[in-house]
């Protein structure tokens, strides 16, 4: 089995920076897309932004492109999200997730395509 584990949520004005961290155990990292989802209250869980297996490949919301950056470190079997210039909107719970073996875009923006999810992770931005 794979445990995700997400940590570095906080409280934040808008402008600030934080970097989320997704611990992986359980399984080799290396064999797994991670990605990254928020959701907010009284909203959907959407997609954030997702990495492939061998790191080679990165994806965005158009609402974090440009501010977000996803990547991951195979040897601590750690996933990141930094987030610059947030915004209150991006006022959310993150979860990270991890997919194995072979995916196309649409499996790693899509949530039921992934197969593992961790806890959770809060970050508020106020303005």
């Known amino acids: 089995q794979v445990q995700l584990v997400e940590s570095g949520g906080g409280l934040v004005q808008a402008g600030d920076s934080l970097r989320l961290s997704c611990a992986h155990s359980g399984r080799p990292f290396s064999n797994y897309a991670m990605g990254w989802f928020r959701q907010a209250p009284g909203k959907e869980r959407e997609f954030v932004a997702a990495i492939t297996w061998s790191g080679d490949s990165t994806y965005y919301a158009e609402s974090v492109k440009g501010r977000f950056t996803i990547s991951r470190d195979n040897r601590k079997n750690t996933a990141y999200l930094q987030m610059n210039t947030l915004r209150p909107e991006d006022t959310a719970v993150y979860y990270c997730?991890?997919?194995?073996?072979?995916?196309?875009?649409?499996?790693?923006?899509?949530?039921?395509?992934?197969?593992?999810w961790g806890q959770g992770t809060q970050v508020t931005v106020s303005s």
């Open positions: 997730a991890a997919r194995f073996g072979m995916a196309q875009a649409v499996d790693l923006v899509t949530p039921s395509r992934y197969d593992y």
